[in-house]
């Protein structure tokens, strides 16, 4: 795998990609990338993509962009990701907090509908069936503008919200796919769950 920095953006031909991916952080997609064939890096604007070839025979165009946090970063990388390559697919990918207790580090949500701290909510057309003793879950995401440090504040939000998992994105990434008509999922990680409350240092990565 190769990783380079071209002076340019790719050539037009080459711009075009089957899915696109949104994350806040490299680091939340790159076991993904080490997946993937001659990745190549550039520099739009305020962000930084990463395109490759990804599926069983590399016949897969993938272009990653990375937003940084929150709802403006998330909704202005989409439609740049979308202006410049677009994708058939975007997926809004990354860490999230476990709201539920049957949540464990390491599981993965798959969002059916997204809601914001208002309660406007967008549906996900998903059509896959939960198997939380592999640590698959489907039901509601909600997207919040802070991080979300303690249990108690947890615990709060999933009555509120009534979702398995919160994040800082996926609501603005649903948003501009709806606008532009883009086919879109959120397939998010629990990076902490309600067994503690995550420390105040992690306020200083994001």
């Keep these: 795998m190769a990783d380079s920095t071209p002076e340019t953006t790719p050539a037009s031909d080459a711009a075009h990609a089957d899915i696109g991916i949104v994350c806040a952080l490299k680091l939340e997609v790159t076991p993904y990338l080490d997946r993937c064939d001659r990745v190549r890096k550039y520099t739009g604007g305020d962000f930084v993509f990463r395109g490759g070839l990804t599926g069983e025979d590399y016949d897969i165009r993938v272009v990653i962009v990375e937003a940084g946090t929150g709802q403006d970063r998330a909704g202005r ?44 909510e967008l549906k996900v057309d998903v059509r896959m069936s939960p198997d ?17 440090r303690t249990v108690a504040e947890k615990e709060e939000l999933a009555r509120q919200a009534d ?3 919160v994040d800082m994105e996926s609501i603005a990434v649903a948003r501009v796919c709806v ?25 200083s990565v994001f």
């Design 77 to 120: 990388a989409t439609q740049a990701l979308i202006d410049a390559h677009t994708p058939k697919w975007v997926l809004s990918v990354g860490f999230s907090g476990g709201l539920q207790s049957d949540l464990r580090i390491g599981d993965i949500v798959m969002a059916d509908s997204i809601v914001d701290r208002e309660g406007d």
């Design 132 to 148: 939380p003793e592999r640590g698959w879950h489907v039901g509601r995401i909600v997207t919040v503008n802070e991080i979300v």
């Design 163 to 165: 979702a398995l998992a």
């Design 179 to 203: 606008s532009s008509k883009v086919r879109f999922l959120a397939v998010r990680a629990i990076s902490d769950d309600l067994s503690e409350d995550l420390p105040p240092e992690v306020l």
